[in-house]
Every structure is written in C-alpha cells, then in structure tokens.
C-alpha cells in the first residue's frame, strides 16, 4: 500500500493563474481532507470530501473548490492565485466514522507563486 | 474560538532528559485531542489521541480539561526523538474529521 499520494510534488505558477492538486488516499478509506501549510505553522483545514460532496469547509475563500471522484480520489483547485497561496498543501485520508479523526498524510505538493 | 497553542516553537534537551511539549486549547464542546509528529523528510503522522489512553514511544499525554490542556510527556529523551511535533483537536458529532493544528513544536535532543 504506498499510502497517501499526492501530485505534483512541486508547482510553480504566477499571480493570477488556476492550479489543480491532485491525492489518491490510502486503500481502504473514503474520506480525503486538504490543508494549507503555510512556512513555520501549522496545516490549516481548507475543506473535507466524503461521497463526493463537500462536507466541511474551513475559513478559505471560494477560490479555492475541490472535488471528489468515484475512487475517492480528491483534487484541490485554486483559482486566481495570490501570492499568499505559496505553501505546502497537504491532503489526509481517513475513514468515515469512528475513523475519521484518525487521518493519514501525503508528502504534500508545495506551491509556490511568484 | 477553537485554537490551539503551542507557545514553544524550540525545545532542546540533552538526552535521557525528561520531555514534556505544551499544547493547550480552545473549544466550547468535548474536543478530541491528538499529537501528531514529523520526523525529518517524513510525512505528518499520528503519534497518539486521548481517547486511546496509550504510551507510544514512551510518550504519553493526558487531558486536562480543567486547564484545557494535553501536555506530551516522555520522562527519557531519546535522540531518535527529535521532530516536529503538533498538537491538534477535532470536535465531535458532526465536527469529527476537522483537524485544528497548533504552530508546532521543534524538539531537539542533543547526546
């Protein structure tokens, strides 16, 4: 089981432009989460996927949308980017439930934008 | 406000030194509380969660609600130990699955 994956590893963009974050969970759970980590903080909650519905989000503008396919894979999209958005994001899959407090990391994608 | 904090960004012992990482809250409800840890050019994982009432590592945490506090405690630091550790909590019900992380702590132990 090679875990938690997350594409691309790294990303450059400019202000202004969209990006799309990809993560497949670890075998056997439904739930992914994203996060924001921003350099020298902690992840930062953006919003939680399960059946493919949003199902919480966290305190972050509307440019930033996700999506969850069929195989509970998980994109994050950000439209618009600020250079504020530079960070590391990280997604974290879980099982619904009594398990969805227990979450397993990817790497993470690091954004940088210039 | 649901806040954690952690108000240590460095902690350096020397080794077979007893340990103990702050971590503190905010919530108005029953959180569940969590430590997770990186080690280095490792991802983000969990250590232990209160409900567990576990020793992982020779760590252990209690919750203080009291003082809304869940200190992680290990009584002989090992250098294999050194990481970034953070406290995080999740409410309950329909709450469950929001992670609400602390700043982190750096623990270094020096032999």
């Known amino acids: 089981d090679a875990g938690v994956t997350q594409s691309p590893t790294h990303l450059i963009k400019t202000r202004g432009q969209q990006v799309t974050l990809r993560c497949s969970p670890k075998s056997g759970h439904d739930t992914v989460s994203w996060y924001q980590q921003a350099l020298g903080q902690g992840p930062q909650f953006i919003f939680q996927?399960?059946?493919?519905?949003?199902?919480q989000r966290g305190n972050f503008p509307d440019r930033f949308s996700g999506h969850q396919f069929p195989n509970y894979s998980s994109e994050l999209n950000v439209n618009a980017l600020l250079l504020g958005d530079s960070a590391l994001y990280l997604c974290?899959?879980?099982?619904?439930?009594?398990?969805?407090?227990?979450?397993?990391f990817g790497a993470g994608t690091r954004l940088s934008v210039l | 406000a649901q806040r954690v904090t952690q108000p240590e960004k460095l902690l350096s012992v020397f080794k077979g030194a007893p340990v103990e990482l702050k971590c503190n809250y905010s919530?108005?409800?029953?959180?569940?509380l969590f430590w997770y840890v990186q080690y280095s050019r490792q991802r983000l994982q969990l250590l232990l969660r209160?409900?567990s009432r576990e020793s992982i590592k020779g760590f252990t945490a209690d919750l203080n609600k009291g003082e809304t506090s869940f200190h992680l405690k290990k009584p002989f630091a090992q250098e294999e130990d050194s990481a970034m550790y953070y406290c995080a909590l999740s409410g309950g019900g329909n709450q469950g699955g929001k992670l609400i992380f602390g700043q982190g702590t750096e623990l270094s132990v020096k032999p």
């Open positions: 919530y108005s409800g029953s959180p569940e």
């Open positions: 209160h409900i």
């Open positions: 996927y399960y059946e493919e519905e949003e199902r």
């Open positions: 974290a899959s879980s099982l619904a439930g009594l398990g969805q407090n227990i979450q397993y």
